[in-house]
Nanobody
Framework: QVQLVESGGGLVQPGDSLRLSCGMS????????VAWFRQAPGKEREEVSC????????SYADSVKGRFTISRDNTKNTVYLQMNSLKPEDTAVYSC???????????????WGQGTQVTVSS
């Protein structure tokens, strides 16, 4: 059974940092692309970042470029999202997702985690 579990969310102040983790099990991790999405109340879900399981390439939404970094540790079946210089507008539920094996970023995401809340407030 495929499972994605996020952790690392919390309440922080503007300018602080957080690192989110997405742990995966139930499938061979190595060739899976993984994306981070976020959804704030009343807003559409936004793809924040993705790391390819095909070629290792990364992509970022314009709103987070230069502040967020996605990475993966294949030995731990985990993808991380390092978030620096957080802003109140980064407040959202962050979820990780994966398309099928050997599928690249941007293709249909079929596996989803339950999400973790990130709140940036003074």
């Amino acid at each position: 059974q495929v499972q994605l579990v996020e952790s690392g969310g919390g309440l922080v102040q503007p300018g602080d940092s957080l690192r989110l983790s997405c742990g995966m099990s139930g499938f061979p991790f190595l060739y899976y692309s993984v994306a981070w999405f976020r959804q704030a109340p009343g807003k559409e879900r936004e793809e924040v970042s993705c790391i390819s399981g095909i070629n290792g390439r990364t992509s970022y939404a314009d709103s987070v470029k230069g502040r967020f970094t996605i990475s993966r540790d294949n030995t731990k079946n985990t993808v991380y999202l390092q978030m620096n210089s957080l802003k109140p507008e980064d407040t959202a539920v962050y979820s990780c997702a994966a398309p099928g094996e050997y599928k690249d970023c941007g293709q249909t995401y079929v596996f989803w985690g339950q999400g973790t809340q990130v709140t940036v407030s003074s």
